[in-house]
């Protein structure tokens, strides 16, 4: 039997809406209460849904229920006003601060003294201390171990830089050493064939000086009056000799050295494309460099990295009503006005969160019904796909005969047991995506170790109609 003092706690007679005392308290269906112009006000806000909830466990009515005034509750706020909201009952035990009651409903009034009591308390706080100061030398030890890490990871990454900086320079000479054979190689070529041409063009100058000598005594000749006179000197003028160069000319295009800078050109390109491989390797390399390689491995570990997620509406198929501040979709019959949008599932009734899922995340969903599938998706899944069955979602179906992993459109059973609570977690730059049966323990339903290369978003899929899905809010 529980020992207790006797002490009335005000929020156990406070509305959890107005954080005041009730007033005119009224008790809903699920038991909860609040003040009857509070939960009225609630109400109206969501007469359009025509569903109305609990605005504690989120449980819903249809249709809203009527309100009636507590009768008792409104008597026990009016006498707690009237005590100061200490109810001071073991003032009928003659001695309040010496003994408690051991109260079962206030039935039999068995009293033990406060010494006794407190020795009892003494033991348990000892034995929370104790468990307190090892968990604090663990974790002192871990602190250690974590500042041992820190140094050799800096170590390690001085010594990386370093070496990629002698490896760039070493890289950087060679390169300029054939840049500078290239120009040595282009500059003598370039010599050679400048000589041989102006020693070609040197050749034929002379040749055109000589033919402009014999134009002039042929000129000359042909001026002479005497006819004897011109007959004697016309024999001793030499033959016109055929030219030995013009002829054998032959000027190529004009490309020169153009084809050694499509050759460099060429090379560029190669060394472009095994930079860019090389460095998307190199990026690998540096990015797989994850020290704390720690997948929780209980559900508070997992919490550590839980995340609130709401669903887009613009990616809800029409046959979801979205609700709960976009956390819960319930599959219906009758299509709703959704604007037209690209984003839209159409032969699915499937959506997709609004935030995008990169590092490490946890959520969990909490399904009625037939069942549900529970996915993740990169948000270029055409809108006519469903979770699981292209190369760009992963999803796995539960239902109350069972569970079954869907991805590229091949199935792969799950065991394991059915939870209408299910948990996902993501580590994006890993490449780890985990599906968990969550009821009073953590069971892993499957494991995925992959490569994720774009963002991915949480998507829910009700099995039939009149299913549920509602993204919990985690504390």
């Known amino acids: ?39 009225k006000t609630h109400w109206d806000e969501e007469d359009q849904r025509r569903i109305h909830s609990c605005p504690q466990c989120k449980k819903e009515f249809i249709p809203r229920p009527d309100l009636e005034k507590n009768i008792m509750f409104a008597a026990l706020v009016e006498d707690l006003k009237k ?45 929370n201390r104790q468990q307190i100061h090892q968990r604090i030398q663990d974790q002192e030890k871990d602190v250690k171990l974590l500042q ?7 170590v390690s990454a001085d010594k990386a830089v370093e ?61 002479t009056e005497d006819h004897i006179q011109f007959l004697l000197n016309y024999p001793s003028l030499p033959a016109l000799s055929e030219s030995t160069h013009s002829s054998s000319i032959n000027i190529r295009p004009l490309r020169h050295f153009e084809d050694v800078t499509a050759a460099m050109s060429e090379l560029r390109d190669i060394m472009q494309d095994i930079l860019r491989d090389s460095w998307t390797n190199i990026k690998l390399k540096v990015t797989k460099v994850d020290v704390l390689l720690t997948e929780p491995k ?21 046959n979801l009503f979205l609700s ?14 959704y604007p037209d949008h690209p984003d839209r599932f159409t032969d699915y009734k499937q959506v997709l969160s609004r935030e995008s ?65 299910l948990g996902v977690y993501l580590d994006h730059r890993a490449g780890i995506l985990c599906f968990y049966s969550v009821s009073e323990t953590m069971t892993l339903l499957h494991r995925v170790q992959t490569r994720f290369t774009q963002p991915l978003y949480a998507g829910v899929e009700p099995y039939s109609h009149g299913d549920a899905t509602e993204f919990i809010k985690l504390k």
């Open 148 to 154: 041992q890490e820190v140094e050799a990871i800096n």
């Open 324 to 337: 709960e501040g976009n956390q819960k979709v319930i599959r219906v019959m009758q299509q709703q006005s």
């Open 298 to 318: 209980t559900r508070d570990g997992l919490l550590h990295h839980s995340k609130e997620i709401t669903l887009d509406p613009n990616t809800a198929n029409r």
């Open 357 to 421: 899922l990169t590092g490490r995340c946890y959520w969990e969903v909490e399904w009625t019904g037939r069942g549900v599938g529970v996915a993740v998706s990169y948000k270029s899944i055409r809108r006519s796909e469903g979770f699981g069955f292209n190369d760009k979602s992963w999803s796995l179906y539960c239902t109350k005969d069972g569970n079954t992993f869907f991805l590229d459109d091949i199935e792969t059973p799950v065991s394991g047991p059915v939870s209408s609570r």
């Open 163 to 223: 070496d990629s900086e002698k490896i760039f320079t070493e890289l950087i000479r060679l390169l300029q050493e054939r840049s500078s054979d290239v120009k040595q190689q282009i500059r003598s070529q370039q010599e050679t064939e400048v000589s041989r041409v102006k020693d070609v063009q040197e050749k034929l100058e002379q040749e055109i000086t000589e033919l402009k000598r014999k134009d002039a005594e042929l000129e000359q000749l042909s001026h």
């Open 1 to 39: 039997m529980e020992h207790r003092g006797l002490q009335l706690d005000q929020s156990n007679f406070s509305c959890s809406i107005c954080l005041d005392l009730l007033k005119d308290p009224v008790t809903i269906p699920c038991g909860h209460s609040y003040c009857m112009n509070c939960i």
């Open 83 to 127: 005590t100061g909201l200490q109810a001071d009952h073991c003032a009928r035990h003659d001695e309040v601060m010496k003994i408690f009651c051991c109260m079962d409903e206030h039935k039999g009034h068995e009293t033990v003294s406060a010494a006794a009591e407190r020795a009892e308390k003494q033991k348990e706080l000892q034995e």
